[in-house]
């Protein structure tokens, strides 16, 4: 092969992936696979991986690592695509110190692992209600599309998504258009859709580099051929991301979800109806319930939002419009929910 046709990974993973034979497992998946480069431990408890080979192999390297191999616990995968610049021999591991030694600061960088992790709570799937946009406009005089212009410009959402990615978030849900917004002015419904559609468009080159994955949630059969087109081009060009997921709700409601699901379990047959039935139905089908919902503005209402997924979810009410929340904000509604504790029904 070439080493100009070779591709490169370089990944970084993060979580309990010190102390547990993880980057033995790795060099025998690499070696397997015919993949060359090597895996190192660092000194913030994270690995560090260059893998070489067809692209199809780092692929399904990359899917094996995010399955958390092992006793291993991936929390958050990172990865770059490169060409290579240095031809690899092998697949080695590769040591600072003696064996000894390296494996004495792996098991103190596993105790502090297990240590933080029994004082971290972090909501796995947060989900924003961004409301308040037409009222911030009006306060500066502005018309209503300017409000829809700030919630949906790229530098907010990338913000937000960029510091939910940081604090460990793995789901962040963004409820950008509801089944009921459908009874607003055709301008304003126009200019929102094209708005998103273009954030959509930008946020895919920043797709890659950032690892995002991106899943659109509600109807598709009434959006715009230009929104669906970049709709299902995001997801397309990240379904390969292992990252955090940016749900992005369009056309989206509680309730015609809920037909939905119903009607398509009558299509089958269904004489007896469960709730597995019906998760395996809604369109977020595959991924967790919501722990923890935030609302924008000072409505203190769900409107409906994801019903079926969020019976035990947390809620968070802020007297912010949502074109002036920031990452901070999201910082500091994360911060309140890790001090609560969730009972599930329970005492």
Request: glycine residues 8%; hydrophobic residues 35%.
């Amino acid at each position: 092969m070439k080493l100009a046709s070779v591709r490169e990974l370089e990944i970084e993973i993060h979580g309990r992936v010190q102390g547990l034979a993880f980057r033995e497992m790795t060099k025998r998946f690499a070696s397997k696979n015919e993949i060359k480069g090597f895996v190192a431990n660092k000194d913030d408890g994270s690995v560090y991986l260059i893998a070489q080979g067809e692209k199809n192999k780092l692929g399904e390297l990359l899917k094996w690592i995010n399955s958390s191999p092992g006793f291993s616990k991936v929390e958050s995968l990172r990865y770059n695509w490169r060409n290579s610049i240095k031809d690899y021999e092998g697949f080695e591991i590769l040591r600072k110190e003696n064996f000894f030694k390296e494996q004495a600061r792996n098991f103190l960088n596993l105790g502090k692992y297990l240590l933080n992790l029994k004082s971290k709570n972090v909501p796995v799937h947060v989900a924003i209600i961004p409301d308040g946009n037409r009222r911030w406009a009006k306060e500066k005089g502005m018309s209503s599309e300017i409000g829809h212009y700030k919630s949906a410009s790229l530098t907010n959402i990338k913000s937000l998504v960029k510091e939910a990615d940081k604090l460990g978030v793995r789901y962040l849900s963004v409820w950008g258009f509801s089944t009921e917004n459908w009874k607003r002015s055709k301008q304003e419904i126009e200019a929102i859709f094209g708005l998103v559609r273009s954030a959509l468009n930008e946020l895919i080159e920043d797709t890659q580099t950032n690892n995002i994955k991106i899943r659109h949630i509600g109807r598709k059969d009434r959006l715009p051929k230009n929104l669906l087109k970049a709709i299902i081009d995001a997801e397309k060009r990240s379904e390969q991301n292992t990252g955090i997921t940016l749900l992005v709700c369009l056309d989206y409601g509680g309730r015609e979800e809920l037909v939905k699901a119903v009607n398509e379990l009558v299509k089958k047959g269904k004489k007896k109806i469960s709730e597995e039935d019906i998760l395996n139905e809604l369109y977020t089908v595959g991924i967790p319930d919501v722990d923890f919902i935030i609302r924008t503005s000072g409505e203190r209402r769900v409107s409906g939002f994801m019903p079926f997924q969020s019976v035990y979810a947390e809620l968070y009410f802020t007297d912010k419009y949502f074109p002036d929340f920031s990452a901070e904000d999201l910082k500091k509604a994360i911060e309140d929910y890790s001090k609560r504790k969730r009972r599930f029904g329970g005492s």
